[in-house]
């Protein structure tokens, strides 16, 4: 597995009605698969400040990014027959799909 590239910010996002936007830290890994062509990207969306009462703490920010961390060091493509060549009439700039039934990472700590 090739290594990530690690990103993070904060989004403000208003949902619903809301007058006041919500605040999401979010976490992203990207994994550039060459062999395939393939961009592979893992995602961590945490509430950090919202009005309805539905944000965590920093003990649970802290927490969430230790697990986004052991996601990304842990991740492996057990299969890399799961990423197949796009049809020819797909209307996509990308060469490669993956097909959307099958399981195509386990953690090496399991």
Known sequence: MPPAVVLSGTQQVTKFAQKNPDDVRIYMALYRLESKNVD?????NIPVKSDDGDAVGEEEVKKAEEDFMVCVKSLEIVDYGLFVPAPRNAHSTHRMMLQPT???FSSKND
């Not at 592979?40 to 961590?44: N, P």
């Open 102 to 104: 099958a399981t195509f």
């Open 40 to 44: 592979l990207v893992v995602t961590f």
